[in-house]
């Protein structure tokens, strides 16, 4: 390994950088409806997103861990695209998601919504 050769230096700061940007949370303001155990739905509005998970305000409430699905609402309606997810955490205003799969175009679809 030649020790004046930084291109790994380099590549793992690309890297970071490019992590970085994936796992920040941006701001949205999108409908969703959330599939619960046993049929149950709750609506809600989602207020961030990152490619790990969301926070929606919602006034039901779901205690960690539940498994929901999570489906975007277009004009008042269902999208086709689901989204598994974990319930971590539950608030006043609402409860955060981790994504358990995803597509990322959907995420994206989202986040430009």
Partial sequence: ?????TSAGREDARE????H???NRLPTD????????????LWGKARDISFHGMFIEVEGRLDPPTFVMVRV???GRPANDEIPAL?????RAGLGVMFADYDRSLL??????
Avoid at 87 to 91: A, C, F, Y
């Fill in 87 to 91: 319930v971590v955490r539950t608030t």
């Fill in 16 to 19: 970071q950088r490019m992590d």
């Fill in 108 to 113: 994206e679809r989202i986040a430009d919504a």
């Fill in 21 to 23: 940007r994936l796992n």
């Fill in 73 to 75: 609402l277009t004009d």
């Fill in 1 to 5: 390994m030649n020790p004046h050769d």
């Fill in 30 to 41: 999108v409908d969703v409806e959330l599939r619960c155990p046993g049929g149950s739905r």
